[in-house]
């Protein structure tokens, strides 16, 4: 097998089972017990290669050589979403994974505060809606305010 890694990487210091193994954990389609023997080796020592530092080294170096392959496709259709979906849900959930992406934003985001952002966009979507009718139907456009709170988010002291 040939497989794509960063000469001199950690992957490179393993031997040919420990690659496998690695190759075989990242497909995710067999169990441990069925990579252990993949690789002529017993499901406990597979587990104890897992705890080595240098095979968990090896296997993220692997992870993010074959996913680089992907990011700059998925950027792309990330921000195709951004920029031509009707729902704003989409549209924020696909901003948010940009910037999380590139260090913007926040992954573990508090979930109160994403529920608060949801809300809002939907309630920002019902108001474009009923802005929409009053136009076709020919209503006086009547402005409709509305205020929505969207709490602070704490800092690491609870402050």
Same mark, same amino acid.
Do not use: C
């Given at each position: ?13 393993? *031997?040919?089972?420990?690659?496998? /193994? #690695?190759?075989? +954990?990242?497909?995710?389609? @067999? %169990? ?35 996913? *680089?392959?992907?990011?700059?496709? /998925? #950027?792309?259709? +990330?921000?195709?979403?951004? @920029? %031509? ?50 136009? @076709? %139907? ?22």
């Amino acid at each position: 097998m040939v497989y794509k890694t960063l000469p001199n990487g950690a992957f490179e210091q393993l *031997d040919k089972r420990r690659q496998k /193994a #690695i190759v075989m +954990l990242f497909e995710d389609e @067999l %169990s441990d017990e069925q990579i252990a023997k993949a690789v002529n080796r017993s499901r406990t020592t597979l587990s104890t290669w897992k705890k080595e530092k240098v095979f968990q080294q090896a296997m993220q170096e692997y992870r993010h050589i074959v996913v *680089d392959d992907f990011v700059p496709d /998925a #950027i792309k259709e +990330l921000k195709k979403l951004v @920029l %031509s979906s009707k729902s704003d849900m989409v549209k924020f959930q696909s901003v948010m994974a940009i910037l999380n992406l590139s260090g913007y934003g926040t992954i573990e985001e508090n979930p109160e505060i994403t529920q608060a952002k949801i809300r809002k966009l939907t309630a920002e979507a019902d108001i474009a809606e009923v802005h929409a009718k009053r136009e @076709l %139907s020919g209503e006086q456009n009547s402005s409709i305010n509305v205020n929505i709170v969207i709490p602070e988010q704490e800092d690491n002291n609870g402050e």
